[in-house]
């Protein structure tokens, strides 16, 4: 998701169309109604991934889908008639003499999110409460350091990691949630293993926007620099 994307994208809108020269508009299905109807021809399970779903305006994007995602009011029980339902063509498994569209139950929803990302806070409790949460830490994602180029580099960068976030909870305000995760060590590859251009380039200025307003930020930067040279194995 993004800011730009919408109801129209993702549901169903109105697209234009181009004959003979003459521009008219035509009913067309977003990307998860297309979804639904390949997932209602059989009975094995269909995953719908949304990657950073809370950069868009949740509730607009699914409109009357707010509810059908729902477990309770997945299946044709919980029918809803979309925007633009008097337009579905008849014998469309979701025309409105079949009283419209529903979220089949072998469909699940994926959606993967930075929980300290700003635009977090256009994702509201209602729809929050539709999913279950799973929190994915950095420590959890170790394995993505297998395509560092070497061992040696391997260890020392899962090491720096550990220490600087070891460092990066002891600040009062910060959590694991601010850890920094695997994949900004695999731009190692691109500086030739030089960990003082990683710093420099990645790590450094968004610490800083991590402290933004915290007293004596240079001295806590200080102090993430030194955890983050450290390339000993840390005691936890």
């Not at 067309?28 to 949304?50: L, Y």
């Not at 309770?72 to 063509?89: A, S």
């Not at 990691?161 to 600040?171: Q, T, V």
């Not at 991590?210 to 000993?232: F, Q």
Request: glycine content about 8%; proline content about 3%; aromatic content about 14%.
């Amino acid at each position: 998701f993004h800011p730009s994307y919408d109801y129209t994208d993702f549901v169903e809108g109105l697209r234009p169309i181009e004959k003979d020269g003459n521009i008219s508009f035509k009913r067309i299905d977003g990307v998860f109604k297309e979804f639904c109807k390949e997932a209602i021809s059989t009975d094995k399970p269909f995953v719908f991934i949304i990657d950073e779903i809370n950069r868009g305006e949740v509730s607009k994007i699914f409109g009357e889908l707010f509810y059908s995602i729902d477990p309770g009011y997945r299946g044709p029980k919980g029918r809803v008639l979309t925007q633009y339902q008097n337009l579905v063509p008849k014998g469309d498994v979701f025309d409105k003499d079949e009283n419209g569209f529903y979220v089949p139950e072998n469909v699940y929803i994926i959606g993967t999110m930075n929980d300290i990302d700003r635009s977090v806070e256009s994702m509201d409790f209602a729809f929050r409460r539709r999913f279950a949460f799973k929190e994915i830490k950095a420590e959890d994602r170790l394995l993505m350091l297998d395509e560092l180029n070497d061992e040696s580099l391997k260890e020392k960068a899962i090491n720096r990691l550990k220490n600087l976030n070891n460092a990066i909870s002891g600040i009062e305000g910060l959590s694991s949630a601010y850890h920094i995760g695997a994949s900004y060590f695999l731009k190692l590859n691109n500086y030739g293993g030089n960990f003082e251009d990683l710093w420099n380039y990645h790590l450094d200025g968004l610490l800083k926007e991590y402290l933004r307003g915290m007293r004596d930020v240079e001295e806590k930067i200080k102090d993430l620099k030194k955890a983050y040279d450290n390339e000993s194995a840390p005691n936890n």
